[in-house]
């Protein structure tokens, strides 16, 4: 299960062993982060129960979770359902960002919260949270909004009063300091995906004493997890050889 730069680099490794096939499934949601896969499929598989009906059908042996960590409704799902057919399962998540000297975070736990304290915060706000939760922040109309995700919000959905762009990382540090200063930003929004793909606003951020409201990640369903590429592949080869 993909999305990610690490299941774009994570299936490659694992296309190349001998003897194995591998399927990634996209949610579809954004363009893929890169060319298509030898097999790939694109879609929800209708909750637990039609993963469950899917990994039998493929027989599949190995599952693997290397979706976004916000991610957290397949990621339960992927998890329930590996147990219940009893196949192996390992859940790839990049480690969160920590704050470091300089840094001016403000952790909240959802974007309700976050959407809560930006009033007297700031009044023209960096929104870099993807399009799903816009909405959240739309009755805030009195707050000006630069809003970034890799695709566009549908036509109908709510969205609070600013800019959009619809931009691919991974983005540069001057880039990133431009784009700031140029829209005059007082306070980003951000969710706490890790990576360096978007990390360089965190940077900005700092060097200009800009706040950030980060958004804490949802907690992971029970497992075995691993933090890059290489630890799992050096689980998936344990697995093979057995």
């Known amino acids: 299960m993909g999305g990610t730069g690490e299941a774009v680099e994570l299936a490659a490794k694992v296309a190349a062993i001998p003897g194995t096939t591998v ?39 190995i599952s693997i979770d290397a979706t976004h960590p916000f ?9 329930a359902a590996a147990t219940a057919v009893g196949i192996p399962h390992l859940q790839l998540v990049r480690p969160a960002w920590e704050p470091t000297q300089g840094d001016r975070w403000i952790d909240v736990a959802s974007h309700e919260a976050a959407a809560g ?11 870099s949270i993807g399009r799903q939760e816009l909405e959240k922040y739309a009755h805030l109309r009195e707050l000006w909004f630069l809003m970034r995700a890799i695709e566009p919000p549908l036509p109908d959905a709510p ?3 600013g800019n959009f762009r619809a931009e691919r990382g991974p983005f540069s540090l001057n880039s990133e300091r431009a784009l700031l200063q140029d829209y005059r930003i007082g306070a980003i929004v951000s969710k706490n995906s890790g990576g360096d793909a978007t990390y360089a606003k965190i940077i900005a951020a700092r060097e200009l004493g800009i706040p950030v409201v980060m ?12 933090g890059d590429v290489d630890s799992a592949l050096r689980w998936l080869s344990g697995k093979l050889l057995n």
């Open 23 to 61: 399927i990634t499934s996209l949610a579809g949601r954004t363009r893929p982060p890169t060319a298509s896969f030898a097999s790939t499929r694109v879609g929800g598989f209708g909750g637990v129960p039609g993963l469950i009906d899917y990994l039998r059908q493929q027989r599949i042996d």
């Open 215 to 226: 958004v804490r990640r949802p907690p992971m369903p029970p497992g075995v997890r691993v």
């Open 71 to 79: 991610a957290d409704g397949i990621s339960g799902n992927a998890a």
């Open 159 to 161: 969205m609070p009063p």
């Open 117 to 127: 304290i930006l009033p007297g915060l700031a009044e023209r706000i960096f929104l």
